[in-house]
């Protein structure tokens, strides 16, 4: 097959036996749901301005559960708010602990340039107490040696 040949709508030329694709839509007959909130906020106005107007009893009714409705709406908004307000602090917390792990980070970096400092001038010092004490096992050396000398060859002879 040439791949810049352009693919034939007959899905038996291009190589395989494909079923077509039905593209009709087909209606499930339940509207989607921001238009069914609307609907219902139109059908709240609607409703409020026949009770209004006097309407019998079921409206009536239909306002009390309308009522109740709302009643639960307000919980869980309340309860959104609150969880809301919840999230916020734990999240300034989280931001706190985060501030505190910086500076604990860079006191920490700190103390490490200090100690390798520390290691640095403690090698130094170490390796001049090794001179030193060449230095002086050398001295010493020298002066048992000259003592000898001086022993075994009196001055006066």
Do not use: Y
């Amino acid at each position: 097959m040439d791949p810049h040949r352009p693919l034939s709508p007959n899905p038996a030329r291009n190589g395989g036996a494909a079923e077509p694709i039905d593209v009709a839509v087909q209606s499930s007959g339940r509207r989607s749901f921001w238009s069914r909130i609307a609907t219902r906020r139109s059908r709240t106005a609607a409703l409020q301005a026949t009770l209004q107007s006097g309407v019998p009893a079921a409206s009536e009714s239909l306002h009390t559960r309308l009522g109740s409705i709302e009643e639960k709406l307000e919980s869980v908004e309340a309860s959104i708010d609150l969880a809301s307000q919840r999230l916020e602090t734990r999240m300034l917390q989280f931001w706190e602990i985060e501030e505190q792990l910086g500076l604990v980070s860079r006191r920490l970096s700190e103390l490490d340039a200090s100690a390798r400092e520390v290691a640095l001038r403690s090698a130094r010092i170490s390796k001049a107490v090794t001179f030193v004490a060449v230095l002086a096992v050398t001295i010493l050396a020298g002066l048992g040696v000259l003592l000898a000398l001086a022993l075994g060859f009196p001055s006066g002879t």
